[in-house]
């Protein structure tokens, strides 16, 4: 298995402009995520998904929307870039059943910088 | 609201030496709690994942309690190496599984 990918590493993007973060994991798991990480700060609950078709807010949802098709992918879409975005993004999922129920697996991270 | 404190921020150990790090929580109504590791510029690597119904969890040279009733964890790493140099972070999970809490971490260096 993969794990949890994230497309791209890095991305310098202007005011106003609006992207795509890509988030997939191959463990079938229906509980996703997505987290900002500012330096010094914990991570920061932005949507989470609990399966295809349904999405809702986390702590931080201004200025980012998700969609959830499949399973597997789980995008962040950025509207109108501004400098307040400029963090670390990461995708997880989380394990529901067996054992480590619970367990958060999380992607590499996503580097975006608004200038 | 659950809020997550870990203390101290930093910290820097000889390697070799037997070290604790610290996680305290407001809410003791918890699911579990994750420890995690965080690589410079990298992702968050689970290391132990302590279910609610459990005192601790072990993992080659580490070891997690979970104490609820003093809102305490505490990761222990054992006869630390240059390589256990990073950022340790908690996590706590309450009131469903979009509820996870992260703390601020501890960031260590171990000397060689």
């Known amino acids: 298995n993969a794990g949890v990918t994230q497309t791209p590493k890095f991305r310098i993007l202007k005011i106003g402009q609006s992207m795509t973060l890509q988030c997939t994991q191959d463990?079938?798991?229906?509980?996703m995520y997505w987290y900002r990480q500012d330096p010094g700060m914990g991570l920061k609950l932005i949507y989470y998904?609990?399966?295809?078709?349904?999405?809702d807010k986390g702590e931080v949802p201004n200025g980012y929307n998700v969609s959830r098709s499949t399973t597997e992918d789980f995008p962040l879409r950025l509207e109108l870039a501004a400098p307040s975005q400029t963090s670390v993004y990461f995708c997880?999922?989380?394990?529901?059943?067996?054992?480590?129920?619970?367990?958060?697996?999380f992607g590499p991270g996503t580097r975006l910088t608004v200038l | 609201k659950q809020e997550v404190t870990q203390i101290p921020a930093a910290l820097s150990v000889p390697e070799g030496e037997n070290l604790v790090l610290n996680c305290s929580f407001t809410?003791?109504?918890?699911?579990?709690l994750q420890w995690f590791r965080q690589d410079p510029g990298k992702g968050l690597t689970s290391l132990l994942l302590?279910?609610?119904?459990?005192r601790e969890q072990t993992s080659g040279r580490l070891n997690a309690s979970l104490d609820k009733s003093s809102g305490r964890s505490t990761l222990y790493i054992a006869a630390s190496q240059p390589g256990d140099s990073a950022t340790y972070l908690c996590?706590?999970?309450?009131?469903?599984?979009?509820?996870?809490?992260f703390g601020t971490g501890t960031k260590l260096q171990v000397i060689p």
């Open positions: 463990m079938n798991h229906n509980y």
């Open positions: 809410d003791s109504a918890i699911y579990n």
């Open positions: 996590a706590l999970s309450s009131g469903g599984y979009q509820k996870v809490t």
């Open positions: 997880a999922s989380i394990r529901t059943s067996g054992a480590s129920y619970n367990e958060q697996f």
């Open positions: 302590i279910q609610s119904s459990q």
């Open positions: 998904s609990v399966g295809a078709g349904i999405t």
